[in-house]
């Protein structure tokens, strides 16, 4: 491996390797990832922008069901550096032209994405779901990213709540010593940090973005392994109220999202 593909610094997990783990370990996180996708699909409904950045676009395509519905996107770029991923979204870019798939981390994507939009930031929404929690560097990260942000922009990041109800019911059962407590997945896949809400919110003001709200979805009061054992007595509609459950209680649900805006 050179230099050059060796992930970002504060990355403990180069991103074939951590795609490699992820998709080992899927049991629950199927239902993570169906919570997380219907959130950004209804916050990509609501702003309804002309071009959408991804950082990250992992194995469930929102890109796919985004561009199948009625919207006026016009470009969606997706950066993912995990080799299986990416070769995925190509797939999908050769049937859907308004897909761009750029394989690199967005740290280094600069001339990449500057050949999409030689006059400079595009992006109407810049879309930073799951990502963040996985580097030791989140500023960075997230620079890199809004670098493409138009003026007025809408940023969206998600992570994994620290204040979720399993988290907290492991800390009153004495399991772990504080709900930020990296957990044995966390550490399975490299991630060096979980955020509660405030956290996340002083992150992305820290960078001169305004908040626009803050969101929660999936209540999950158990680990992952406890919940895949559940599914098949819960089936979708129990899965469906579980998502809608978290909804109702952010603080407390299993990933938190952050909406956040550029100054015009």
Same mark, same amino acid.
């Not at 595009?122 to 942000?149: C, F, Q």
């Not at 998600?158 to 044995?184: C, K």
């Given at each position: 491996?050179?230099?050059?593909?060796?992930?970002?610094?504060?990355?403990?997990?180069?991103?074939?390797?951590?795609?490699?783990?992820?998709?080992?370990?899927?049991?629950?996180?199927?239902?993570?990832?169906?919570?997380?996708?219907?959130?950004?699909?209804? /916050?990509?409904? @609501?702003?309804?922008?002309? +071009?959408?950045?991804?950082?990250?676009?992992?194995?469930?395509?929102?890109?796919? /069901?985004?561009?199948?519905?009625?919207? %006026?996107? *016009?470009?969606?770029?997706?950066?993912?550096?995990?080799?299986?991923?990416?070769?995925?979204?190509?797939?999908?870019?050769?049937?859907?032209?308004?897909?761009?798939?750029?394989?690199?981390?967005?740290?280094?994507?600069?001339?990449?994405?500057?050949?999409?939009?030689? /006059?400079?930031?595009? @992006?109407?929404?810049?879309?930073? *779901?799951?990502?963040?929690?996985?580097?030791?560097?989140?500023?960075?990260?997230? %620079?890199?990213?809004?670098?493409?942000?138009?003026?007025?922009?809408? !940023?969206?990041?998600?992570?994994?709540?620290?204040?979720?109800?399993?988290?907290?019911?492991?800390?009153?059962?004495?399991?772990?010593?504080?709900?930020?407590?990296?957990?044995?997945?966390?550490?399975?896949?490299?991630?060096?940090?979980?955020? %509660?809400?405030?956290?996340?919110?002083?992150?992305?003001?820290?960078?001169?973005?305004?908040?626009?709200?803050?969101?929660?979805?999936?209540?999950?009061?158990?680990?992952? @392994?406890?919940?895949?054992?559940?599914?098949? *007595?819960?089936?979708?509609?129990? +899965?469906?109220?579980?998502?809608? !459950?978290?909804? /109702?209680?952010?603080?407390?649900?299993?990933?938190?999202?952050?909406?956040?805006?550029?100054?015009?």
């Amino acid at each position: 491996m050179t230099d050059a593909t060796l992930p970002p610094t504060g990355k403990p997990l180069d991103a074939d390797e951590y795609a490699a783990r992820h998709d080992a370990e899927l049991d629950f996180e199927t239902v993570c990832l169906q919570a997380r996708q219907q959130h950004n699909l209804a /916050q990509v409904q @609501a702003l309804q922008p002309a +071009v959408v950045l991804e950082v990250g676009c992992g194995p469930e395509l929102l890109s796919l /069901q985004a561009l199948a519905r009625p919207h %006026r996107i *016009s470009r969606w770029a997706a950066v993912e550096p995990a080799q299986r991923w990416a070769e995925a979204a190509r797939e999908v870019s050769l049937r859907e032209p308004r897909l761009a798939v750029v394989h690199d981390y967005i740290e280094r994507a600069d001339a990449a994405l500057a050949a999409l939009w030689p /006059q400079g930031p595009a @992006a109407d929404l810049v879309i930073v *779901s799951g990502v963040i929690h996985e580097t030791a560097e989140p500023e960075v990260l997230l %620079r890199a990213s809004l670098k493409w942000l138009k003026p007025g922009g809408h !940023l969206l990041v998600s992570v994994p709540n620290a204040l979720s109800f399993h988290r907290l019911l492991a800390v009153q059962m004495g399991l772990m010593d504080a709900p930020e407590v990296l957990s044995e997945r966390n550490r399975l896949l490299g991630q060096p940090r979980v955020y %509660r809400p405030q956290d996340l919110r002083e992150t992305v003001t820290a960078l001169g973005l305004t908040e626009v709200a803050l969101d929660g979805y999936l209540f999950k009061p158990f680990t992952h @392994a406890q919940m895949a054992l559940l599914l098949p *007595s819960l089936g979708e509609r129990g +899965v469906q109220g579980l998502i809608e !459950l978290g909804r /109702q209680f952010p603080q407390q649900a299993a990933e938190i999202a952050l909406l956040a805006q550029r100054p015009a």
